[in-house]
């Protein structure tokens, strides 16, 4: 199963937003194997990791471990910078936010041929906040 690594644990090659696929699960570890990237083809046993909520208002403390790990059969526009995609789809049903991140989802392939889009009529609009542009160039 394709995954993501939602903590950094061991940069380089064990951080946050890296994909990997599962090669093998246990009660306390998972083998994984990084799908793509310099260290592509590498292995390494992701432990669960303990973790506490933060903002509880319960007179005790509690503890739970679980593997830092996420499916990983789509992702963000954010999350996929960074990435090499063999094949993208886009779903712009929705406006997209700012022009980068139109142009990440775009240039994760290296052939227009495997970019594929969901829109409505083709099209898509660009929307543009001319309010948070001139409050940035000012700073």
Sequence with gaps: MPVMLMRSLKPPELRNGTRYVVVNCSPMVAEVEIAVGAHKGKRHFIPRIPLEPTDTQLPFKFQWRQLPLR???????NKAQGQILKCVRLDLRQHVFTHVMLYVALTRTGSKDNIHFIAPNGTTRNVVYTDVLYISSQA
């Design 71 to 77: 499916p990983c059969f789509a992702m963000t526009m």
